[in-house]
């Protein structure tokens, strides 16, 4: 479940980041399909980027292109796992099988949106390509970081359970 559930997040999180980058590019500023404001303070694929007009055409049309394809949410499937949430009686299995129904349709919606964002990453230079991958590299090392200072949290978090517990 909990494999589930990660994936869940971790589609929904980069959705999240690709909507707010079709918000930066493409001037909306309104909330999306998806009730996502855009500027929440995420940084997007195209931060620090300075692009051509000529790219940033581009980038519009293949974001209005993929608005136009975009699988929709399955506002039915929430029921469904609301329902299943709010039942008398907890089902594990219905649980589980709706989230798996869910989460692969939001795979499905990760992995279109990954295709654009390869489509605009071509778009640029290769001066461009690299600013952002140094860009990319900086945040995953950040994110190491805060990985590593949890990491450590819990493990004095859990020496000091143990050690109250003897």
Same mark, same amino acid.
């Given at each position: 479940m909990r494999k589930v559930t990660a994936a869940v997040m971790a589609s929904t999180l980069a959705f999240s980041a690709l909507s707010q980058a079709a918000g930066v590019i493409t001037g909306d500023n309104g909330p999306s399909a998806e009730g996502i404001t855009q500027h929440s303070g995420q940084s997007n694929m195209f931060d620090g980027i300075s692009l051509t007009e000529h790219q940033r055409q581009q980038m519009r049309d293949l974001m209005h292109r993929a608005r #136009?394809?975009? @699988?929709?949410?399955?506002? $039915?499937?929430? &029921?469904?796992? #609301?329902? @299943?949430?709010?039942?008398?009686?907890?089902? &594990? $299995?219905?649980?589980?099988?709706?989230?798996?129904?869910?989460?692969?349709?939001? =795979?499905?919606?990760?992995? &279109?949106?990954?295709? =654009?964002?390869?489509q605009m990453f071509h778009l640029l230079s290769p001066e461009q390509q690299a600013v952002l991958n140094d860009k990319h590299q900086q945040r995953m090392d950040q994110l190491r970081e805060v990985a590593r200072m949890q990491q450590s949290s819990e493990i004095k978090l859990f020496s000091s359970n143990t050690r109250s517990n003897q």
């Amino acid at each position: 479940m909990r494999k589930v559930t990660a994936a869940v997040m971790a589609s929904t999180l980069a959705f999240s980041a690709l909507s707010q980058a079709a918000g930066v590019i493409t001037g909306d500023n309104g909330p999306s399909a998806e009730g996502i404001t855009q500027h929440s303070g995420q940084s997007n694929m195209f931060d620090g980027i300075s692009l051509t007009e000529h790219q940033r055409q581009q980038m519009r049309d293949l974001m209005h292109r993929a608005r #136009h394809d975009r @699988l929709p949410v399955n506002v $039915s499937e929430m &029921e469904t796992m #609301h329902r @299943l949430v709010t039942a008398e009686n907890f089902d &594990e $299995s219905a649980v589980r099988a709706q989230a798996e129904k869910m989460a692969q349709e939001q =795979v499905a919606r990760q992995v &279109e949106m990954a295709r =654009v964002r390869n489509q605009m990453f071509h778009l640029l230079s290769p001066e461009q390509q690299a600013v952002l991958n140094d860009k990319h590299q900086q945040r995953m090392d950040q994110l190491r970081e805060v990985a590593r200072m949890q990491q450590s949290s819990e493990i004095k978090l859990f020496s000091s359970n143990t050690r109250s517990n003897q």
